[in-house]
C-alpha cells in the first residue's frame, strides 16, 4: 500500500515498525539487527516496535523508502518467520500513526510529505499516534472525532481541553507536525538499583525508609533514560545466603514516583518479613518501554497532578545540585 502522489520536494525518511504482539524477547532483539543492517540509525521502542531513520539508507541503496519497507519484510519473514507492519512518513506522529494503519498481518504503507494532513483528516482523532483513551474521549465530547476537526480547532481550544503541553502536541500532530528526531538507542530490559546494608538489619523503619529511597533512585534513573517499567522485581537478601523475589505488574507503564513506590511497598508487604535478618535490597524495573509510548492521561486528581509537577521541579533540582539534595524525609532514615 502507499498514499499516492509524493511531491518532488520531499521523501518521507522515517519508518515506524511494529512487531506481532507478544514478540519473544530474543526474536525482537533479533529484529532490532535486521534494522541495523538497513540503517545505522535505529530506535528501538520495547516490547514490539522500532523507529528507523532511512535518509542514508536511500542514497545507499538507491531506492525509494517503500521499497526499503519491503525489503525490510521480506528479510525478517523469510530469517525470522516474522511478519511485521511498516509505517513510512514524514515524521514520527505520520509513520506510527501509519504503521498501525496496516490491517494484514504484515505490509508498508507509506505517507508523501506533502499528502501527511491531508491522509490523518479522516482518521478518528484514536488512531492518532500519542492520543489515549481518555483524551481521545474528552475530545469526542466536545464533538471532535477525526484528527482532521483536531488539526482545524485553535490550539487555545483544545490546550482548555486536555491541558497546555498534551493540548499542543494534539494539534500539531493531527497536522502532520512533529519536529522529533530517531534518536540512536538501544534500550537495555531493565533497570535496577540495589543497597547493601553494613550490618544485619531487623529495623522495619529502616527497610522501608531504604525501599522508598530505591524507589526514588529508581523513578529518577528512568525519566533520565526517557522510559517507564510495566512490572517492578523486588529483592530481599538474607543472612546465611538466602534471597526472596517477587514480580508485579503495574497497572499501566510508568516512571512516576507515586506508582513505583505504591507497587514496591505491596511487593514488600507479600513478603511478610518478621524476624529476616537483611542484608541487602535490589529494587528493579522491567519490560522497559520508551517513555514516548505511554499515552499521556487526564487526571481529575489534583493531588496526584501536583505531585506530578513537584517531581518535575525536583528533577531539575537535582539536574543542577546533584541527586541527594532533595527528597522525600523518610528517605533520610536510610542514608
Known amino acids: 500500500m502507499t498514499a499516492e502522489g509524493v ?11 511494529r512487531c506481532p504482539d507478544r514478540l519473544r524477547e530474543e526474536t525482537y532483539r533479533q529484529v532490532l539487527e535486521e534494522l541495523a543492517g538497513l540503517s545505522p540509525v535505529v530506535q528501538a521502542l520495547p516490547p514490539s ?30 530469517r525470522l518467520g516474522v511478519d511485521v507492519r511498516i509505517g513510512i512518513g514524514p515524521s514520527i506522529t505520520v509513520a506510527a500513526t501509519a504503521s498501525a494503519q496496516v490491517l494484514e498481518p504484515g505490509g508498508v504503507l507509506a505517507v508523501a510529505p506533502g499528502q501527511a494532513a491531508h491522509w490523518l483528516a479522516p482518521l478518528p482523532v484514536e488512531a492518532l499516534h500519542g492520543v489515549g483513551p481518555r483524551q481521545a474521549g474528552t475530545l469526542h465530547e466536545y464533538g471532535i472525532h477525526t484528527a482532521g476537526l483536531l488539526a482545524a480547532v485553535s490550539p487555545a481550544t483544545v490546550q482548555r481541553l486536555l491541558g497546555g503541553k498534551a493540548g499542543r502536541t494534539a494539534v500539531d500532530r493531527a497536522r502532520g507536525i512533529d519536529p522529533r528526531p530517531v534518536v540512536p538507542r538501544a534500550l537495555p530490559s531493565s533497570a535496577t538499583v540495589h543497597r547493601s546494608f553494613d550490618r544485619h538489619t531487623l529495623d522495619g523503619a529502616t527497610v522501608r525508609a531504604t525501599l522508598l529511597d530505591l524507589v526514588v533512585h529508581l523513578a529518577r534513573l528512568l525519566r533520565r533514560r526517557g522510559q ?29 514516583d507515586d506508582d513505583l513506590r505504591t507497587l514496591a511497598y505491596r511487593l514488600m508487604d507479600a513478603a511478610g518479613l518478621q524476624r529476616g535478618r537483611l542484608t541487602g535490597i535490589a529494587l528493579k524495573g522491567e519490560d522497559l518501554v520508551d517513555a514516548d509510548q505511554v499515552a499521556q492521561q487526564i487526571s481529575l486528581d489534583t493531588a496526584r497532578e501536583a505531585r506530578l509537577v513537584a517531581e518535575a521541579a525536583m528533577d531539575r533540582i537535582r539536574d543542577k545540585f546533584g541527586p541527594g539534595i532533595i527528597g522525600p524525609a523518610a528517605t533520610r532514615h536510610a542514608s
Open 7 to 17: 511531491p518532488a520536494g520531499g521523501v518521507p525518511t522515517v519508518m515506524h515498525v
Open 49 to 78: 516496535a522500532a523507529l528507523v531513520e532511512l535518509k542514508g539508507a536511500l542514497r545507499y541503496y538507491g531506492t525509494d523508502t517503500r521499497r526499503l519497507g519491503e525489503m525490510l519484510r521480506v528479510r525478517t519473514l523469510s
Open 228 to 256: 517507564a517499567a510495566r512490572a517492578l522485581t523486588l529483592t530481599l537478601r538474607f543472612a546465611g545466603g538466602t534471597s526472596w523475589a517477587k514480580t508485579r505488574r503495574l497497572p499501566e507503564p510508568s516512571a512516576h
